[in-house]
């Protein structure tokens, strides 16, 4: 930039914006690629979040316990060694600015699964959890996602008072020299026992809130006994890490479960920050699980479970050996098998209430389930942190909580942790799978069954790319008709509809108020159709994307491929009359 280069000054000026824009504090924490500058994942940033969060604690444990904070944090494996950049180095900092201000913070040691981290909040009785992931983003990116005292993730109003306390002028100042401090006890570590952090980790306490976490899964009834007198063949399970660090945990998870052992995919179980073989280490991206699908087929495994690099979440793949095709199973589809499995298995016997939750937009299989088994379902916003929440909240009430799902392969098994658990869930499915595949079933022949008792529900899920925020709200505002909500999209009638923008709107509501809460800032409108068919429009909180998720439940007797033959007829009119692509510039992720 110095000698002139347009593009090394774009560059910076990218990096280091005039407006002195910064990171967001959004969803659960930060998320962002690892680079220099206001905008990216580094030891600043962190540095900056880390001594906002202490200072906010400190006023909230004084407002609220008068006793002394203490916090967890956890880290997987991400790096950019360009920068000199890593979950590692962010989770150390974390710990020495919470040292800092008197904070008492269990570091844990090693890679740890985001789920551990979650079970550790409560666990040890933590005022916060902080664990250092990007999920299953692409490797140039990391994450700072925080947990509250319940184990769950943060919400409203926590997570906008956690954002301001960051900016305050004293907390973007470093306090004093983390980096010679690290430094220090980088050179005092010498010899072994000291864990994976110069000192700063705990290698015990880990251990033992990892025994904890499994024994939460006996305890909890999960773990049924499987039937081995069988003539059938069991089922046989290959399974990937995406270069993550679930492969001890998932190994761990079998043996918890009494199953035996599954076949690892070489190429992906070890913790990679390149993600060598899958760029998007995300189970739901296509072509994720060709490896590890491959993998299965050349060694005759007849399933593919998936977690994603900090596994908590779960993908599945079955193998069908007679036509020699691939069944991969939506979010959706994985929620209903768990959800009938708990029921029968759990729930009919429980002595206590039961109910399942799920986020709005994922399907309404486990509502019709409720009420023909007679359990109560609830829907909650979109996010784990509402899931969780709202989860907590009927436990309280005295129900017990079998599960809490989300479409995007996001599992709460048992009530073990109020947030998704790859780990807890993929016990659950394997066990289930050999139980059906002792009967002569099959997941796909089960789920079939299970349309055949609540009906067949078919769904169609994408989204736009909109780059421009301005259109997602003319987008909504077209949508709204002046307040007077369309009755008819195309010729397919609307028998009611519900507006979470604010101040918010449901027409089923005889107060015209819906139960969810509302939001200007994150609006989403869903249109019910008298033929069955629920359609529902959001932008996403993280990326430029404008998301619909359209559901059709079929009429008794209808196949499944007349439920989407009409449900995809109906998509087509539905998102030209009402989001007009063409006319407001959307983008289609096939022209991308």
Known sequence: AENGSSTSLQELQCLFPPNNKRIGFGTAGLRSSMSPGPLGMNDLVVIQTAQGLANYLIRSSKDKYSTHSTAVVGYDHRENSAFSLSSKQFAMYTKLVFESKGISCTLLDGYVATPILAFAVGNIGASVGIMVTASHNPKQDNGYKVYWEDGCQIRPPIDAEIASAIVELKNLKPWMDYGRQLRTFEKAATGGGQGECYGLSNPEQTEMIEDAYYQAIRDSSLVVERDVVSDCQPPLFAYTAMHGVGL????????????????????????????????????????????????????????????????????????????????????????????????????????????????????????????????????????????????????????????????????????????????SALGVIATMAHSFYANGKTLATHLQEMYLLYGEFCSNNGYFRCDDPAIVKKIMEQMRNGGKYFDRVGTYEVDSVRDLGSPGYDSQAVDKKPTLPTSSSSPMITFRFKNGCVAQFRASGTEPKFKYYIELRGQPGESRDEVNKRLNTMVTVILEELLHPSENGLITPSCL
């Open 248 to 423: 001890p945990y998932a190994k761990r998870s079998f043996e918890t479960f009494g199953l035996p052992a599954f076949l690892p995919v070489p190429s992906q179980q070890h913790p990679d920050a390149n993600f060598t073989t899958v760029p998007f280490p995300n189970p739901e991206e296509k072509g994720a699980l060709d490896e590890a699908m491959s993998f299965a087929e050349q060694n005759g495994c007849d399933i593919v479970l998936a977690n994603d690099p900090d596994a908590d979440r779960l993908g599945v793949a079955e193998f069908n050996k007679v036509d020699g095709k691939w069944t991969v199973f939506t979010g959706d589809q994985i929620g209903s098998l768990l959800g009938h499995w708990l029921w029968e298995t759990i729930g009919k016997k429980s002595e206590q209430p039961v109910a399942m939750c799920a986020s709005t937009v994922s399907s309404k299989i486990l509502s019709a389930m409720g009420q023909t088994e007679g359990f109560l379902f609830e829907e909650t916003l979109t996010g784990f942190k509402w899931i969780g929440s709202r989860a907590l909240s009927l436990q309280n009430e005295g129900y017990r909580v079998l599960l809490g799902y989300e479409e995007a392969i996001g599992f709460s098994c048992g009530g073990i942790i109020p947030d998704k658990d790859g780990i």
